[in-house]
């Protein structure tokens, strides 16, 4: 089976570049910046990666993206993920980064953009592995701040393809971010937010009613909602699941509890995805084999799954074709 995984041409629609961080990396910018990591070792970070809701996570997550400084180090951390996609066959990738973390510590857009670019371009060329680039909006911070960050991406647009909104999503809906997601479209780029990871099902109508977005990031507690689901079903509206992270963060207590079977099952375009794979112990095959392992999904379905997330991708037809 992992064999079959590993063959199968993957792509990635959910991934945070900041939640690619290795232990290893961190300590090693930590030390190139001098900056002090409160933890004696990678053992000790390893052993706090130990979380019981999304904000414990993200707590752990944000100290972490501050021994990202230089455009260097952003490189550095791309390259680091898309060598991990070489060696996967992950054949096309649409990442997130998360501007507001770093702008809030002085560094400046450009900074960060050029160094992830840099690395897609890089990969792109030596290994053919393609790539979108989604600005995320954090919505624990106000729609001011977004729309300032949107306003701080304009000279370089032509790098990015489009938003998302990430973060601590309880009490902060997505009809939060109606108007700069609304600004966005009309700059010609596309959206996704994550909802019904840990927020209702109501939050999900909510993305794709205000903010018009085109996938649903996680999506797992659609479940709830029948109608949601035949209009799911119905427009192909595509959820980018994260198996690892959803266990992880306890969104369900274990593997076997996990619902993307079910939802295949009912029609939706489910695509697997690995979220924060530094933290939650897989990358992209890791996540494919937990499905075989704990759901006993056949290859039939993890061909499926591969095969909508082409479908799910931002690629051009011609490019699908070739991938299906
Ligand atoms: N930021 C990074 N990972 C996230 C997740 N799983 N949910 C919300 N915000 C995130
Ligand atoms: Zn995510």
Known sequence: ??????????????????????PEL???????????????????????????????FLDL?????????TEQDFFDL????LSRCQAQHVVHTELFFDPQTHLSRGIEMGTVIRGISRALDQAQTQWGISSCLILCFLRHLSQEDALATLEAALPYLDKIQGVGLDSSELGNPPSKFSEVFARASALGLKAVAHAGE????????????????CRIDHGVR??????????LAEEQIPLTVCPLSNTRLKVFD??????????????VCVTVNSDDPAYFGGYLQENFEALARDLKASREQLRQLALNGV??????????KTLI
Not at 78 to 81: P, Q, R, S, V
Not at 222 to 231: E, H, N, Q, T
């Open 222 to 231: 659609s479940v709830d909602d029948p109608r949601l689901i035949a209009r």
């Open 311 to 320: 479908q799910a991708s931002w690629l051009p037809v011609s490019r699908k």
């Open 254 to 267: 274990k593997m076997a509890d996990h619902n993307l079977l079910q939802l295949l099952d009912q029609d």
């Open 26 to 56: 961190m300590f090693a910018l930590a030390e190139r910046n001098g900056i002090k990591l409160p933890y004696a070792d990678v053992a000790a970070l390893r052993a706090a990666y130990d979380f019981h809701n999304l904000q414990s």
């Open 1 to 22: 089976m992992k064999q079959f995984i590993a063959a199968l041409p993957k792509v990635e629609l959910h991934l945070h570049i900041e939640g690619t961080l290795e």
């Open 198 to 213: 840990e927020g209702p099902a109501s939050y999900i109508w909510e993305a794709l009613d205000q903010l018009k977005v």
């Open 61 to 69: 997550y944000y100290q972490g993206a501050a021994v990202l400084q």
């Open 78 to 81: 791309t390259w680091a993920y």
